[in-house]
């Protein structure tokens, strides 16, 4: 059964896409911790990050730094903090959050609440900075 993430990149369920390659995808996360808050996946169906092979970890490191600049220049912040939590879906994927302190980037704090048109904000702006 494909994972909620493999469904995303099919069309299946709708996302605020940011940016995508034959090989990775990045849209805004749903629940986010700032606004800005991107995932990046790989297409690949994999379940731990350090399960991909090393060109395509190094790939996806690359492709995620080019989301988290732009992140930078379309959000103001001292620093794009990145998270590899991995336990909430079985789906490689990294957690791009812009940040003004280490503060910023705890997932016990409360979730933004954006609208349709606050989310499709953010993702133009980000797509606007790529």
Known sequence: MATIF?????????????AEDERFFAFLDINPLAKGHTLVIPKQEVDYLFDLSDADLAAMQVFAKHIALAIGKAFPCRKVGQAVLGLEVPHAHIHLVPMQSEKDMLFSNPKLKLTDQEFQAVAAAIRAEL
Not at 6 to 18: L, Q, T
């Open 6 to 18: 493999s469904r995303i990149v099919a069309g299946e369920i709708p996302c605020y896409k940011v």
